[in-house]
């Protein structure tokens, strides 16, 4: 026989939960057992030295907590690297455990810099958050720091439901057992949404590569998708308004297309969007070819919890994605909302000229969107088109 004990948790900013989530873990005799999750977001970093004479490095970034680890993915020839990657970790004891960060260079593997920060700091701080600190790395170049956010929740257990499950009927009771079970998992990913891209990044990456020849540039690109593949369920169904997988085309406003799928489950409670390719996107200078990401944010608002990114195409005017993300958003709250598509080049940011090639506003109160899905082309439009 095997007892299990499955219990749900409600994510709390109080510290005093803290006490009692490590008592339970000390009463029951497991030490294996989590009391927080932490959550940290990797902007970027600067003035990173050299890993060889004359050469920018080539660095990416390893994060652990306890027996877990995490990395980013490698941004080429910079001392100032921008990864934008977030991750979530269980966290067994705040008081005593920390988050050991390494910045390595790809080619020489040697180490560019560390970071060691105590949990405890962070269980000070008011709501248990920090929000683009930067922090000065250790073992690295006098001026070189990292900019972080971190966010910690403890699990508190949530209210328990036994009186009202006692006085119903078992078909009642699995109704009931099985809503609440549904609500408490959406309350879970909604109270920190922060965690989402986390979550699906330590589900699984996918990789696709892709041989193109993009502008007059003859090229090899390989694009990861930073989310998993789509859920069993949306593979499933039939997408209405299935359109050519290329376009000839540069769009209205001449700057490129790109194709998006956008379907809603009503069940989940969850907007799917799929950004597959981009196709002609203007080539102004042979020697300055774009190298290419997509940016999602949920209008109105445009907070960071909605934001969502595509890894980098390097010297790419049509690259392929086919990278899959997911909002937990209501019926009511999808009618009154746009998804705002930006695509921007890396290069924009490195050169101090504007990274927006184009961008996209789609109004998700379409009900084919809740119904079967679309997938199509859209016209990539300036930056300031109203």
């Not at 980013?72 to 977030?86: F, H, I, K, L």
């Not at 390595?104 to 560019?112: C, I, N, R």
């Not at 990292?146 to 009771?173: F, G, H, Q, W, Y």
């Not at 958003?329 to 940011?349: D, P, Y």
Request: hydrophobic share 35%.
């Amino acid at each position: 026989m095997v007892h299990l004990r499955l219990a749900w948790m409600t994510l709390s900013t109080d510290r005093n939960d803290l006490s009692a989530a490590l008592a339970e873990t000390q009463m029951l005799r497991v030490t294996s057992m989590s009391t927080a999750i932490l959550t940290i977001f990797i902007d970027s970093a600067k003035n990173l030295p050299q890993a060889r004479p004359q050469s920018k490095p080539d660095p990416f970034l390893i994060v652990s907590v306890g027996k877990k680890q995490e990395q980013t993915a490698v941004q080429m020839r910079t001392d100032a690297p921008v990864w934008e990657q977030g991750f979530t970790f269980l966290v067994a004891n705040p008081e005593n455990d920390s988050v050991q960060l390494r910045i390595v260079d790809q080619k020489t593997e040697k180490e560019l810099g560390q970071l060691s920060y105590q949990l405890s700091s962070l269980l000070t701080k008011g709501n248990l958050d920090i929000s683009s600190e930067p922090f000065t790395l250790q073992k690295s170049g006098p001026v070189s720091k990292i900019v972080l956010s971190m966010s910690l929740r403890i699990l508190k257990n949530a209210p328990s439901l036994e009186d009202e499950v006692e006085s119903t009927k078992s078909t009642v009771d699995s109704s009931l057992s099985r809503t609440d079970s549904v609500t408490s998992a959406a309350q879970l990913s909604k109270q920190d949404s922060r965690m989402s891209m986390g979550q699906l990044t330590a589900g699984g990456e996918t990789t696709a590569s892709l041989q193109e020849e993009p502008c007059t540039v003859s090229s090899t690109a390989t694009v990861s998708s930073a989310t998993p593949p789509a859920t069993p369920e949306y593979r499933d169904s039939t997408l209405i308004h299935r359109t050519s997988s290329t376009t000839s085309s540069a769009g209205f406003a001449g700057l490129g297309r790109i194709q998006l799928t956008l379907r809603y489950s009503v069940q989940r409670q969850r907007l799917i969007v799929i950004v597959h390719k981009i196709m002609n996107i203007p080539l102004k200078d042979p020697s300055n070819v774009p190298d290419p990401y997509v940016k999602l944010y949920l209008l109105p608002g445009r907070s960071k919890e909605s934001k969502r990114k595509t890894n980098v195409a390097k010297d790419n005017c049509n690259p392929v994605y086919d990278a899959t993300f997911e909002y937990i958003i209501s019926t009511a709250e999808l009618i009154g909302s746009e998804l705002e598509v930006t695509v921007a080049t890396q290069k924009g940011f490195l050169s101090g000229g504007s990274p927006v090639i184009g961008i996209v506003r789609v109004p998700l109160n379409d009900n084919e969107i809740s119904q079967q899905g679309i997938t199509t082309w859209y016209d990539l439009l300036p930056e300031n088109y109203e």
